[in-house]
């Protein structure tokens, strides 16, 4: 079992920034696997931003340089950092890892 639980959400004005969290805790060793996704009200769950388990980060392409997803191995904690954000970037952002998923944390862009 791994438990994740996500913190930083909130509301912010276009142009500004935004540094979620997610720490991990049970049977994960590693970082590696962890990722974001985020869903919109009447759309679907996308994929933000992950680490891959040869440690490799993969962006959607809507938020590619301007999120940043970093972690801390000896914390089991995952990092996202948003810049520049978007009245479209507002939504649920959940943290996940294989098969397990947070409880989600709101972030709210206003224009």
């Known amino acids: 079992q791994v438990q994740l639980v996500e913190s930083g959400g909130g509301l912010v004005q276009a142009g500004g920034s935004l540094r979620l969290s997610c720490a991990a805790s049970?049977?994960?060793?590693?970082?590696?696997?962890m990722g974001w996704y985020r869903q919109a009200p009447g759309k679907q769950r996308e994929l933000v931003a992950v680490?891959?388990?040869?440690?490799?980060?993969n962006y959607a392409n809507s938020v590619w340089g301007r999120f940043t997803i970093s972690g801390d191995n000896a914390k089991n904690t995952v990092f996202l950092q948003m810049n520049s954000l978007k009245p479209e970037d507002t939504a649920v952002y959940y943290c996940t890892y294989r098969i397990y998923w947070g409880q989600g944390t709101q972030v709210t862009v206003s224009s």
């Open positions: 680490i891959s388990s040869d440690g490799i980060t």
């Open positions: 049970g049977s994960i060793f590693s970082i590696n696997g």
